[in-house]
């Protein structure tokens, strides 16, 4: 018992060094394979999670979020802050890390960067919702917004449906430069496109990932043609849009958890009541994804704390024998739990 | 610029060893003295904060709760879980670990063990609420419940309200052993009492920290005489209080943040509009305290998020230049804070 408590005293703890050496370690396709694969797993089994919008603390500036979730046997957290005027700065805007938990008794089983573990996790449920979603024939994509973003998602949707060409367009011609080098070795082929309206002629699936902190309509009504999927990723807090809402009307809607995305998606441009299907009922078969050839499909992704809780349970997992994690001293073991002080007294 | 962003990037992490470490060299009296200043500095700017309830995930068995605050330059939040079955299985009731952040850059600059840094803030917050509260004459105090907790309590209320004697009592013998010879040398005069009403006697502070969760009466109103001061410490979540409700009546009652003490404090006993005084209002003197010599004060401690603040704040004030922290590679930093995957990649 004694060596329980103090194996449990020490919570493994995955580096952001350590989290890349992971993903090369098991490959980047097969690692964002597996994270769909988590993913649509926990979606499956939705009602059986603890759901709570995130917590978040405001400032003029940016805000600072946490996002807790449990199934009863793990729980989860993420801290995430948002900083748009950041990358003006050199910093992230987005940073992250998370826990997971044993319920049974409240003792954190991980800690692990969250930042590199996001984006990839991000990418992996645009790749979830466009195999749910988009037609199968469907194999050409168009990355409009190529930030930090935009290369997780092509090689996402590579690995998990087969997306063998990218049309890639952002309003900054280096981040297009950017992206195109950072994937020349991905076995895609890249397509530059000088607008919107180029990026998306023949693309059967859509991925607007931008940034802008304003309400946006990176792609409007006319440029959008029947039958495409759209993954609209980049708006994802409150005044934040990408789409022109009579893009929205034209789509059939899905979500991850509607109070959320409501607040968050490109679906607070709509009425409160706007139909929206839930993703997990798609995954599950209680509701129909695609109708016919010709709708479109939105997938208005804000990112929810599952598929965090997903990404951890899934490192976690990955983690046991490797030398991918150092253990932290986190938690106090006193040999008796009641003697709190006494271990204290004799560290003196 | 980049410089401050690789700085940035790495995050401080006191582990439990080196909590302990710090203590010693700082001195237990100092630093508890110190917390109790740095709580009282913060209570005094309350309105400065922003208060929610803290953010619970319960199961069967146990809870798993996110307590965060701002002060709007710096951001703080405590991980903590409260299950009463570890103890049986040799593992700690309550672990913590909290994290302090800056609001500017939403970038963490703190990770700290907490479940030793909560039991010397609860302590310290009892003797800033005593020092406020109890007649100034005070110098013995009755201990009722001698758990993980009790030698805390006794040495936060020397350094910082000069208490010389100790009643102790517990329902459990061998628990009051063990406080009396942790507290052997701390140059308190210590007195092993066979009943709660023996351990009261002559005891200008009564303060009770027992653990059980179910409504208990641990002092009931004939024993209790005018003039003392309580501090009710084990009653912190619904369902577990220590006092008979006559004396709730009888007494003052002071708390910490209403909202979370009518839920989780002894006054869940009593009506939702029970009078209460808030501590903070009692320091920065708009509320009086503590009326007459022979008023009875009770501060109804169920433990706020503020404090935990006030404890990492302290707790990276005093880490700088010291050797009880390592630094943590916890958050990405790309060059280009755009190119994520570009770091991935050159990581391969």
């Known amino acids: 018992m004694t060596l329980k408590a103090s194996e449990l005293a020490m919570v493994p703890f995955v580096s952001v060094d350590n989290m890349m050496r992971l993903v090369h370690h098991i490959g980047l396709e097969q690692f964002m394979a597996d994270l769909a694969d988590a993913i649509e797993a926990d979606f499956a089994r939705w009602p059986a999670f603890d759901k709570t919008p995130r917590i978040g ?69 645009s790749a979830v919702a466009t195999k749910h979603l988009a037609n199968t024939d469907a194999k050409t994509m168009a990355m409009i917004g190529n930030g930090a973003q935009s290369e997780f998602q092509c090689i996402a949707q590579k690995a998990v449906n087969g997306i063998d060409t990218i049309r890639l367009y952002d309003i900054d011609p280096a981040a297009t430069d950017k992206c195109m080098g950072n994937l020349a070795a991905a076995g895609l082929t890249l397509i530059p496109c000088q607008s919107p309206e180029d990026a998306i002629e023949g693309a059967g699936i859509i991925t607007t990932a931008t940034a802008d902190k304003n309400m946006q309509t990176i792609l409007t009504d006319n ?18 849009t990408e789409l022109h809402r009579d893009i929205v009307t034209r789509s059939s809607v899905f979500v991850e958890y509607p109070p959320q995305t409501r607040i968050e998606g490109e679906i607070q441009q709509m009425p409160p009541d706007h139909p929206v299907i839930e993703l997990w009922q798609v995954i599950t078969g209680q509701a129909t994804g695609r ?58």
Chains 1, 2 share one sequence.
């Open 223 to 240: 440029m959008v043609g029947n039958g495409v999927h759209i993954n609209a990723i980049g708006g994802d807090c409150p005044g934040k």
């Open 291 to 348: 109708q016919s050839a010709s709708e479109i499909t939105l997938f208005d992704g804000v990112g929810f704390a599952i598929e965090d809780f997903s990404a951890l349970r899934y490192v976690h997992g990955r983690i046991k024998d490797t030398p991918f994690y150092v253990d932290l001293d986190m938690i106090a073991d006193p040999s008796d739990p009641r003697d709190l002080f006494g271990m204290l007294k004799r560290a003196g």
């Open 57 to 125: 603390s405001h400032s003029d500036v940016g805000v600072i979020e946490l996002m807790p979730t449990s199934d009863g046997a793990l729980y989860g957290f993420k801290y995430v802050n948002g900083h748009p005027k950041n990358m003006k700065e050199g910093l992230q805007t987005v940073t992250a890390f998370g826990v997971l938990s044993e319920v049974s008794t409240g003792y954190p089983i991980l800690l692990s960067e969250m930042t590199m573990l996001t984006a990839l996790r991000t990418a992996a449920m």
